[in-house]
């Protein structure tokens, strides 16, 4: 399967504890995502890369979300201090600069659940 | 901030009706994507609309961005139950962002 891979696919955690995703993006693609998904709503933008820089983050993450992509291959989301509103899906997408850059491929997500 | 705002937010429609969802931002967007999510999956592109007053079709979707860019439909000619799922307009603006989504229902 040569699409975007994340891991775990499924993360229960005690509220405080820090949890940290991986995403495997597809091969070629230089552009990575993270979003945060709830029920019954969009997509939420939480930070975007081009190769291994970040740049943008959402206004809205908090100080406890990092986000990193080291070798702009595999890029890792850490939240520390997990809280109970930390719940939801989170989802990674990659894309391919060029033509097509808005054309972005998504995850099966991690499903977070923090008690 | 900016927005989009979808609806409508649920669309119950029997197998071989037509299903229109629309999608509205009260500022000029520069481009637009449709994504369809089915339900326990995840968001798959459809879509990107980029020229004023710009038709797509695929298939029996036919995708509209308008004169002002600053909304888009997506119509499904006679449903079938392959089309149930969420479907979300998205645009690029500084970040993306992600309409809340029309979620189809399709009655056999």
């Known amino acids: 399967d040569t699409g975007v891979s994340q891991n775990p696919r499924h993360k229960i955690t005690k509220r405080g504890q820090n949890v940290t995703f991986r995403c495997d993006p597809i091969?070629?693609?230089?552009?990575l995502y993270w979003y945060r998904q709830t029920l019954g709503q969009g997509p939420e933008f939480l930070t975007y890369?081009?190769?291994?820089?970040?740049?943008?983050k959402s206004r809205l993450l908090s100080d406890r979300f990092s986000a990193e992509r080291p070798k702009g291959s595999f890029s890792t989301l850490e939240i520390q201090r997990t809280e109970q509103g930390d719940s939801a899906m989170y989802l990674c997408?990659?894309?391919?600069?060029?033509?097509?850059?808005?054309?972005?491929?998504f995850g099966p997500g991690t499903r977070l659940t923090v008690t | 901030g900016q927005q989009v705002m979808q609806i409508p937010q649920y669309q119950h429609v029997q197998e071989g009706e037509d299903f229109t969802t629309y999608c509205n931002s009260s500022?000029?967007?520069?481009?637009i994507q449709w994504y369809k999510q089915r339900p326990g999956g995840h968001p798959v592109f459809l879509i990107q609309?980029?020229?004023?007053?710009e038709v797509k079709k695929q298939k029996r979707l036919t995708f509209q961005f308008g004169e002002a860019k600053k909304n888009s439909s997506l119509h499904i000619t006679a449903t079938q139950t392959t089309d149930v799922g969420t479907y979300f307009c998205?645009?690029?603006?500084?970040?993306?962002?992600f309409g809340t989504g029309t979620s189809l229902t399709v009655i056999p």
């Open positions: 500022t000029t967007l520069s481009n």
């Open positions: 998205a645009f690029k603006g500084n970040q993306f962002y």
């Open positions: 091969s070629e693609h230089n552009r």
């Open positions: 890369f081009q190769n291994e820089a970040q740049l943008e």
């Open positions: 609309l980029v020229k004023s007053g």
């Open positions: 997408a990659s894309s391919l600069g060029g033509a097509n850059p808005n054309e972005q491929y």
